[in-house]
């Protein structure tokens, strides 16, 4: 693409042609010094310029990819597909919002190419799309197209994603997908282009954007019953998990249906989570020798699986293999929980860094080896990235880890993270940067769930620990997630200062949700029912549109019910060093209760807070049940507290 057309000027054919040849001749000149690597540039692009327009640095290409025209690839058959030719003859445009406006303005869609840096990601089993001089013709004539580092910008990953990399995706200027899929072809990709081309065109240039209901609708109480009809609607009876195609450890829907089960004893859940969890563990979605789970399996009956390992996955089904083993009475599920924290700790952790890098890169051939023939091979590299939001889940499975399989060693490992990411990513007034990346510098592309994923980690560390030290930084992201990720009709958006991202309004609702559910969590520890208000405001934004999503809206579902349902406050008040104290904490913390918020505070040290909470001092330790300001119960032994928990937690149900 040439400069003027990258800038909205519309070159000739020819003279594209001829811009790629020279910038090819110039890669295999630079090529040539030494020192320098193909492809490699100095500088940084511009906002909207084209890559290698002589503007900036042309994105460099990914490694090759498992998915061919959109089907998974085995590693056996990749090796005898042909070498890829790499000519990277399209020039990439540098992602910007602007570009957004450019594309409604020019009535032609933006053709979003989403890649991974540390698995294989780009030319799909080993034929690159992009090598192919006629559909980079058809792309620069009528698209604009952008190559985006899904750690990069990881909010464009979330709303685009369509189930792995490379992901191609082509949106209107409203940021509204079009068309789009998974390791495609050359061919396949052409045809998305001009059915997407036809509908940009068809559009009226006067056409606005989707807005949010101007006022929040109310919240209907059915919403979460319908959730949970959807999670039952998509179950798949035969094997498992949801839907008839690849399966997916669907983690955030696995905890709704936990959370419902535990509230309702339905035994419809009960089956759903039985199937569920056991073949996941029995299935080849875990791996059976180093333990941990792969990111998903491409057959329904969770067989073949992709074989990289992702610390955003295995944290949260950690916790979910955890609680249903709690809840479930089964030791089994506990003893997966506790292989595949291990297996984070082992396989992940940095112990120069103290923080866990983001995942393994697959390798079918080393994890089809026993435990004796791995011993001989080099293991999957780690990526280099370091994210706040994964790291951030870590420590809430770590803690959840600690405390019901009794173990002291990983809560301390759950400090330790804890400490680091807030050492490395954390700035005071500007909340969590996103990501640490290869060279130990953080990135400062963050966003609403880097804020929020870290504010939760940070109040599981003041439940499970009572350790101070966490409360000013819980108290620095609460207020900024309020001022920088709040828009002016009250709804949450992704990015700060009221801006919304481009994409898909399900991970946007997602987003919101966990936000919410941080800040209704908060509200009570933080003695601050501002923060309620906030969250029930940002909620009710979408209390309609959350309906065309399905059992994707289980996060939504989760803040909902928190609204319509507050959580258990339980209050342990003694002297901090009392045995006694300590109990009621651990038993409070690790009694399976998903609607709770534990705390513990000192009689004399605390004052205050007990006054503003209207509790008394006794001569012993005792945990208060609170709801709502309205103690439901008083139990000074750790022995009783799990059962007086339940009954307490009955009480809230129907109030």
Request: aromatic share 6%; hydrophobic share 40%.
């Amino acid at each position: 693409m040439s400069a003027a057309f990258g800038r909205g000027g519309r070159g000739g054919g020819g003279g594209r042609r001829s811009q790629r040849s020279r910038q090819r001749h110039a890669r295999a000149r630079r090529s040539e010094r030494p020192g320098t690597r193909p492809g490699a540039a100095s500088g940084s692009a511009m906002a909207g310029e084209p890559v290698g327009s002589g503007r900036g640095r042309r994105a460099r290409p990914g490694r090759r990819a498992w998915f061919r025209d959109g089907e998974p690839v085995s590693a056996s058959t990749r090796a005898d597909l042909p070498a890829e030719e790499g000519a990277m003859a399209l020039s990439w445009l540098e992602w910007s919002d602007d570009l957004l406006e450019r594309a409604h303005r020019e009535r032609r869609p933006l053709l979003l190419h989403l890649v991974c840096d540390w698995g294989p990601c780009d030319a799909g089993a080993g034929h690159d799309p992009w090598s192919d001089e006629a559909l980079c013709d058809l792309v620069e004539q009528s698209c604009l197209p952008v190559r985006v580092d899904k750690d990069r910008l990881p909010e464009l990953d979330r709303r685009y994603q369509r189930g792995g990399w490379p992901t191609t995706v082509l949106i209107d200027g409203f940021g509204v997908q079009l068309e789009g899929g998974v390791g495609l072809s050359a061919a396949r990709i052409a045809r998305l282009v001009q059915r997407a081309v036809a509908r940009c065109q068809g559009q009226s240039a006067a056409s606005l954007p989707p807005e949010l209901p101007a006022e929040p609708l109310p919240f209907d109480a059915g919403i979460p019953a319908a959730i949970e009809r959807s999670l039952m609607a998509d179950f798949d009876e035969r094997y498992g998990g949801f839907g008839d195609g690849p399966k997916f450890p669907h983690t955030e829907a696995l905890d709704y249906a936990l959370l419902r089960h535990a509230e309702a004893r339905n035994p419809r859940l009960h089956e759903i989570l039985e199937k569920t969890f056991t073949r996941m563990a029995q299935g080849a979605l875990q791996d059976h020798v180093d333990g941990g789970f792969f990111r998903y399996c491409a057959r329904r009956d969770w067989s073949q699986p992709h074989t990289e390992k992702l610390l955003e996955t295995n944290a949260g089904l950690a916790r979910n293999v955890l609680e249903c083993g709690q809840l479930m009475g089964r030791a089994d599920l506990l003893a997966v929980g506790e292989r595949t924290v291990e297996a984070l700790l082992r396989d992940l952790l940095d112990e120069d860094v103290g923080l866990f890098h983001s995942g393994l890169e697959p390798d079918d051939e080393y994890y089809a080896l026993d435990a004796a023939a791995r011993r001989t091979r080099r293991p999957p590299a780690r990526s280099q990235r370091m994210l706040a939001d994964g790291n951030a889940r870590a420590v809430s499975a770590l803690l959840k880890a600690g405390a019901v399989l009794a173990r002291l060693d990983l809560t301390q490992r759950a400090v330790a993270v804890a400490e680091s990411l807030l050492r490395r990513l954390w700035r005071r007034g500007r909340g969590m940067l996103h990501v640490l990346d290869e060279t130990g510098a953080a990135q400062h592309a963050s966003t609403l769930r880097d804020q929020a994923e870290m504010a939760r980690a940070l109040l599981h560390l003041l439940q499970y620990t009572d350790d101070r030290r966490f409360a000013a930084p819980l108290e620095d992201l609460v207020e900024h997630i309020t001022a920088r990720y709040v828009d002016t009709g009250g709804a949450f958006t992704s990015l700060a200062d009221g801006r919304r991202s481009a994409g898909r309004l399900d991970a946007q609702i997602v987003d919101a949700a966990v936000a919410g559910e941080v800040l209704l969590r908060a509200s009570l520890l933080l003695g601050r029912p501002g923060l309620r208000d906030v969250a029930v405001r940002a909620l009710q934004v979408h209390a309609d549109d959350f309906r065309r999503y399905g059992y994707a809206m289980a996060a939504y579902g989760r803040s909902v019910e928190l609204v319509l349902h507050p959580p258990l406050h339980i209050v342990v008040v003694g002297q901090r060093q009392d045995a006694l104290s300590l109990a009621l904490l651990r038993a409070a913390s690790a009694t399976y209760l998903p609607s709770r918020v534990v705390q513990r505070l000192d009689g004399l040290a605390d004052a205050p807070v007990l006054q503003r909470l209207c509790l008394p001092v006794r001569s012993r330790p005792v945990a208060f049940v609170m709801r709502q300001g309205v103690c439901l119960d008083e139990v000074a032994d750790a022995g009783e507290l799990p059962e007086a928990l339940q009954r307490a937690n009955a009480r809230r149900l129907q109030a």
